[in-house]
């Protein structure tokens, strides 16, 4: 059974997102602990083992995001960080939320497939973690997933797969040969996650190094051609050199 624990100031707020849990007790999941604030979720994880938490971000004593940040500095090898779901319904938290290494962030009122989306994304990412601390799998292994929607459900797909990263306005768009995967994860985080793996093309795109194979021109242009896919997609004169020198070598 997958622990979860909820944490929020608001009461009503509260029992509703136990009783969504509750409702998709099918899915494995189950509530151990509800709790009223950022501190209190702290002293329960240095008690107790718990795999997510569904955390609010605007609370009295202690914000979520505090919370957040030293459950997983006090996490060990026995007792590993769970993985951080945020709720709020303030928008505006959501890139603090994203740098505080959140697994999920939901707005209020929260729905339940959305929930369950997110819980089991999460369960996905604390599994990843435990196995990383335990020495079942290489940090290198754990990150060679990503995680997207695909006609409305949430599948992983290997990185391999992956032609391209583009982000398209408040996403990031993976292109494989066969599919487009929605991710609610930066360039700059992909970057960051698969900078061996992907070059940078232009401020909105990372292309796998190894689907590189030239350049074309159109009006003055330089467009990058790349292995599996038709599309060819803009390079930035600030990069140009280095695909130049990629493709050289």
């Known amino acids: 059974m997958i622990r979860v624990m909820v944490v929020d100031d608001e009461m009503p707020a509260r029992e509703r997102l136990v009783r969504l849990v509750n409702e998709l007790g099918s899915e494995n999941f189950e509530v151990v602990a509800a709790v009223e604030n950022g501190q ?11 795999d997510i938490v569904l955390m609010d971000i605007r609370m009295p ?7 957040a940040k030293i459950i997983a500095e006090e996490a060990n090898r ?16 959501a890139l603090d939320a994203f740098e505080a290494q959140g697994a999920g962030y939901l707005l209020k009122p929260v729905r339940k497939q959305d929930l369950l989306e997110s819980l089991q994304k999460a369960q996905q990412v604390n599994r990843a973690q435990v196995q990383a601390v ?22 992983r797909e290997p990185v391999e797969n992956i032609v ?15 599919k487009q995967l929605l991710m609610d994860e930066s360039l700059k985080s992909l970057e960051e996650q698969y900078g061996d793996l992907f070059t940078r093309i ?27 896919v038709n599309e060819q997609l803009e390079i930035s004169r600030r990069h ?4 130049k020198h990629l493709i050289k070598s």
Request: hydrophobic share 40%.
């Open 164 to 178: 391209y990263f583009q982000a398209e306005q408040k996403y990031v768009v993976a292109t494989a040969e066969d």
């Open 202 to 228: 232009h401020r909105n795109a990372l292309v796998a190094s190894d689907r590189i194979v030239g350049i074309s021109r159109k009006d003055g242009q330089a467009y990058l051609i790349i292995k599996g």
């Open 61 to 67: 004593q202690m914000d979520g995001l505090q919370a």
């Open 78 to 93: 026995e007792k590993p960080a769970p993985a951080v779901i945020f709720t709020t319904a303030f928008g505006e938290y």
């Open 240 to 243: 140009l050199a280095d695909i």
């Open 134 to 155: 335990s020495g079942q799998a290489r940090p290198a292994e754990v990150k060679r997933y990503i995680s997207g929607s695909y006609r409305g459900a949430k599948i």
């Open 40 to 50: 209190q979720a702290v002293d329960y994880c240095r008690q107790q083992g718990i």
